[in-house]
């Protein structure tokens, strides 16, 4: 049995003094992140955080949202990570759903944390102020806190089936569900992942993905699994510092999402010293055929990872990249120890090439959505096995004769031009395909002939790409129902905090 902050203490025990985490100008030994976290269980505990107690984790990527949260774990209690860009009514909502004891945000928040806390919604509510700085009225100061606490574990208890996180998913449709990770789904996610990413305690990864997106949480998970070092940055607001960075620290391993390579795709890279790195990895949304070429042309001696996930999985398809030439577009095969296959509407498996719904089993598969049993049950139907659940991804796929995944869409985005269905990331995988196209995403407009007119959103690298060019690239590569009608050039692609494309921001064309 293997609980998730026995990732940091077993490193602590066996690498003391290895740098663990590079964060905001300090470097943390494993031995010191370890007994901060031991400080900030002890502190939660004597202000009554309890075993399966929530405690919400409402920062930035910071030295005290990755102590916050092995510190919860270490308390007995389930973290929830809220990205900080979350407004207050939606963080109230994730607060009273989740029904937290304990609330961490920084002191410019501290307006939100007093509400909450004079309404009595959480017992607890602390800033991060700077040290010896006075919290502000009915907040706990995060340094005093930590400075008053034994720096010796706190009693263990708990079991691998006790929950260790709420991850709650973006809402985009409705109020958000909280994914309920227990700690045997985390490790066996953790240890698959870095299985087949060959992660040894050499490696150093960079990421500036938030700790609220699983994504990003995962980096540092598994970093601490397997003894390495987490180089974590705020943001990627500044891709030429971040590079820089990557280059001193001589990082091995970069996570990132399309956005990411889509900026950095366009920068000179040969300014930059990436010898280092030994892999990179996408998900969150499938990379165009035409974009992993550019990176494997940008990083000839890197190993790139395309991938496929969602929360209530964690990681469920990774390409390996050896297979990449000979299975373009696919985003690969199940993740160690797990099975995947496609399924109609009745049940049935399909054969290869057809399209269905990707379902999957495996001990990353959750144990369902917080306190939502028929979501869960819609989502998370019975498996072969007595008290065992399958996924329903919602997600539609194909699967060749040699067992390689294909992304088509989501259920949802699925679009019905000329009563024909039409997936959106086929035609955008044919508009990545266009020379001075840095990103692309295709909606559905209503029209009174087509029922959906197809409307390409394209940010274009050359201002002399025109519409009329677009829409021959397409014609010539593309069934006729499948051509957009429209092509509308933007600035930039309204984007989730995770980095996917919001096709509900994406707005009719102009006339």
Request: with cysteine.
């Amino acid at each position: 049995m293997l609980l998730v902050h026995q990732f940091l203490e077993r490193a602590a025990a066996r690498t003391p003094d290895k740098t663990a985490l590079v964060c905001d100008g300090q470097r943390l030994s494993y031995a010191q992140v370890d007994a901060l976290a031991n400080r900030c269980a002890n502190a939660l505990r004597a202000h009554g955080v309890r075993r399966g107690d929530r405690v919400v984790i409402w920062c930035p990527n910071s030295i005290e949202a990755v102590v916050a949260i092995f510190g919860t774990l270490k308390a007995g209690g389930v973290f929830v990570m809220v990205n900080e860009t979350t407004k207050p009514d939606r963080l109230a909502y994730v607060v009273k759903n989740s029904r937290a004891r304990a609330l961490l945000g920084q002191v410019r928040q501290a307006a939100t944390l007093q509400q909450l806390r004079a309404e009595g919604v959480v017992d607890v509510a602390i800033a991060t102020v700077a040290e010896g700085v006075a919290p502000p009225e009915g907040l706990l100061a995060w340094p005093a806190l930590l400075a008053a606490a034994s720096a010796s574990p706190p009693p263990r208890e708990g079991i691998d089936r006790d929950l260790a996180c709420l991850i709650y998913t973006s809402g985009s449709t409705g109020d958000p569900k909280g994914v309920m990770s227990a700690h045997h789904n985390v490790v066996f996610a953790a240890t698959s992942i870095s299985t087949y990413l060959q992660n040894q305690a050499e490696d150093i990864v960079i990421s500036a993905l938030p700790l609220s997106f699983d994504y990003g949480l995962y980096q540092l998970l598994m970093v601490f699994l397997f003894g390495g070092t987490l180089v974590l940055e705020r943001s990627f607001t500044y891709p030429a510092a971040f590079l820089e960075r990557l280059a001193a620290e001589r990082a091995t391993g970069l996570p990132g999402v399309p956005t990411m390579w889509a900026m950095l795709l366009e920068m000179d890279l040969g300014q930059f010293d990436l010898s280092s790195l030994r892999y990179v990895t996408n998900t969150a949304a499938a990379l165009p055929p035409s974009h992993i070429q550019r990176l494997r042309a940008a990083f000839p001696a890197v190993r790139v990872y395309s991938m496929y996930g969602l929360t209530e999985t964690k990681r469920t398809l990774y390409m390996p990249p050896e297979h990449l030439d000979a299975h373009p577009g696919s985003v690969g095969i199940a993740i160690p120890g797990t099975e995947v296959w496609v399924e109609d509407d009745n049940g049935r498996r399909c054969g290869p090439n057809e399209v269905g719904e990707l379902v999957v089993r495996g001990g990353h598969v959750m144990l369902g959505y917080w306190e939502a049993p028929e979501a869960t049950a819609l989502r998370f139907p019975p498996g072969p096995l007595p008290g065992e659940r399958l996924c329903r991804s919602g997600d539609l796929f194909t699967c060749d004769e040699k067992g390689f995944h294909y992304f088509v869409g989501r259920r949802d985005d699925m679009l019905k031009s000329r009563g024909e269905k039409v997936a959106p990331k086929e035609v955008e995988a044919v508009l990545h395909e266009l020379e001075g196209v840095v990103e692309a995403a295709v909606a559905g407009v209503p029209d009174p002939l087509l029922g959906q007119a197809i409307c390409a959103y394209v940010v274009r690298r050359d201002p002399g790409l025109t519409e009329a060019a677009v829409l021959r690239h397409c014609r010539t590569r593309l069934e006729d129902f499948k051509v957009p009608k429209h092509v509308q050039f933007v600035d930039s692609l309204p984007k989730t905090t995770t980095g996917k494309v919001h096709r509900a921001s994406l707005g009719a064309p102009r006339a």
